[in-house]
């Protein structure tokens, strides 16, 4: 019998950002399939004890981890402490971000700041980390045709500028390039690295877009396909962009948008 190539069995699974929104169902996700997974979370530490008492109910193994991923030292402890744990990495999806909002005229240094810490240099510490770990893990005892795969949660705003939001645009079109020229960086080592650029999803982040009956009929206006995104609908994408399904896919972004990236304005021919 074939092996179930979708199956995260024996992975271990880091996800950053992992006690909220899309993160948190990532992370379920990936448990689900199999993968002993490392939660980080920053804040809402409930919330993540409570994602690993209902993954080690259902059998499977996790821990939660603390960590603020723009801090160097703090990255390097959450890989720690995956190997401490569960020996390995085989997985990394660097889902942290946020939002910090302004005219460009308003906008502080301590914003600008903020956001590309987390969305961008967060990244950039992940993904360093997760390259120098899979290397350094003997092939033999690989769970994947991989070496490791680095999943980046990016946003359709890597390629769709947005006026009032230059902080968090700009971390994701440098994030764009991050994951390309990373994946031809260590192609050669077997090591896959993608983004997944979600549209609108329904999560904390972007509350004030979804939750009235008038917000949430003005952005149905950008999303073709007339509905908002849930944090299931990323999660399974995730899943088999980790997968030995996507075995042949690096350097590339998956959009999960419901077609909010294909110029909606057009769409009554233009
Ligand atoms: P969210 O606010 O629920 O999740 C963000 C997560 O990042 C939270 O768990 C938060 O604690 C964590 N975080 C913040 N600062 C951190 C730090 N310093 N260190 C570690 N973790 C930190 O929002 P979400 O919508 O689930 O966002 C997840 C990702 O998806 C973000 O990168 C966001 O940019 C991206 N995204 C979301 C949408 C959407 O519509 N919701 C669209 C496109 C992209």
Not at 25 to 33: D, I, Q, W
Not at 108 to 129: H, K, M, P, Y
Not at 180 to 199: F, H, K, M, T, Y
Not at 221 to 233: M, Q
Request: aromatic share 6%.
């Amino acid at each position: 019998m074939q092996k179930n190539s979708r199956s995260l069995k024996d992975h271990v699974a880091i996800v950053t950002g992992a006690s909220s929104g899309i993160g948190l169902a990532v992370a379920e996700a990936l448990a689900g399939a199999g993968a002993a997974l490392v939660a980080n979370f920053h804040s809402h530490g409930d919330a993540a004890n409570e994602l690993v008492e209902r993954v080690t109910a259902q059998g499977g193994r996790a821990i939660a981890v603390q960590a603020d991923v723009s801090e160097e030292s703090e990255v390097l402890r959450l890989f720690d402490a995956a190997v401490k744990h569960f020996g390995r990495v085989d997985v990394l999806v660097s889902n942290s971000g946020i939002q910090k909002d302004a005219p460009v005229a308003d906008m502080s240094l301590d914003d600008w700041n903020a956001v590309i810490g987390i969305n961008l240099t967060g990244q950039f510490l992940c993904a360093r980390e997760a390259v120098r770990r899979f290397r350094a893990q003997p092939s033999e005892k690989r769970p994947s045709r991989s070496a490791g795969t680095i999943i980046a949660m990016s946003s359709v705003h890597e390629i769709i500028p947005w006026a009032g939001h230059i902080n968090y645009a700009s971390a994701k079109g440098g994030l764009r390039m991050l994951v390309q020229s990373l994946a031809q960086e260590v192609a050669g080592d077997g090591i896959r690295v993608n983004a997944i650029a979600p549209g609108a999803i329904r999560t904390p982040i972007n509350k004030d877009a979804w939750d009235s009956e008038e917000a949430l009929t003005k952005l149905l206006r950008l999303i073709p396909y007339g509905r908002i995104g849930e944090p299931e609908d990323v999660a399974r994408a995730a899943v088999w962009l980790a997968s030995d399904e996507a075995d042949y896919i690096t350097g590339t972004t998956l959009f999960v948008d419901g077609g909010m990236s294909l110029y909606p304005e057009f769409r009554d021919n233009g």
